[in-house]
């Protein structure tokens, strides 16, 4: 969607927090280890700007929707610096649906990244210790839970995420056209 170099560092640099603040939302919901070196420092980047919205918006269960309003702020913000540089034009529906539709997009981009390095690590480094791995383990357990359910291991070999990385590339050619 980019054209421009100025407008792809915008895009980059808002992706990336917007990766940032949607890893503290993973970690919260899939109650994560938080004191996991890595957990501590998403908490530092995003802490300054979700704290403040915890004191107006509350949790919903298990759900922290601070994290989640920030989330779906910043790709709001993407959506309208795009397309104020791009000099376009899109209704105020159009920056729902793509606030919506992207952070979606890159939620699924998170979990493939996730998975990817799940996979690889069950062949290279079965339970390492360092704290990535055990971070990604903690992340994709759930994903590989929900999928075993349906879908037992089979004599031993896991195809799981076999299964999940084709659900996660459907989703995101759905959802493609409104990522920014």
Avoid: E
């Avoid at 970690?27 to 980047?45: C, E, H, M």
Wanted: hydrophobic share 55%; charged share 5%; proline share 8%.
């Amino acid at each position: 969607m980019s054209s421009s170099p100025f407008i792809s560092l915008v895009t980059i640099i808002c992706n990336l927090y917007l990766f940032i603040v949607l890893l503290r939302l993973v970690l919260q919901l899939t109650r994560a280890d938080f004191y996991n070196p890595i957990s501590q420092g998403v908490v530092k980047a995003t802490s300054p700007l979700i704290l403040p919205l915890r004191k107006v918006i509350p949790a919903i269960g298990r759900l922290d929707t601070a994290s989640l309003v920030l989330a779906l702020a910043v790709q709001f913000l993407t959506v309208l610096l795009v397309v104020l540089l791009k000099g376009a034009y899109l209704p105020p529906v159009g920056y729902a649906i793509h606030t919506v539709a992207g952070t979606f997009y890159h939620l699924l981009n998170l979990y493939f990244g996730a998975m990817l390095i799940s996979v690889i690590l069950s062949w290279v480094a079965p339970g390492a210790n360092h704290p990535g791995a055990m971070l990604v383990g903690q992340i994709t357990a759930p994903l590989y839970r929900a999928v075993q359910r349906v879908i037992p291991p089979l004599g031993g070999l896991d195809i799981s995420p076999i299964f999940i990385f084709l659900g996660i590339t459907f989703l995101k050619s759905i959802l493609a056209p409104y990522a920014v």
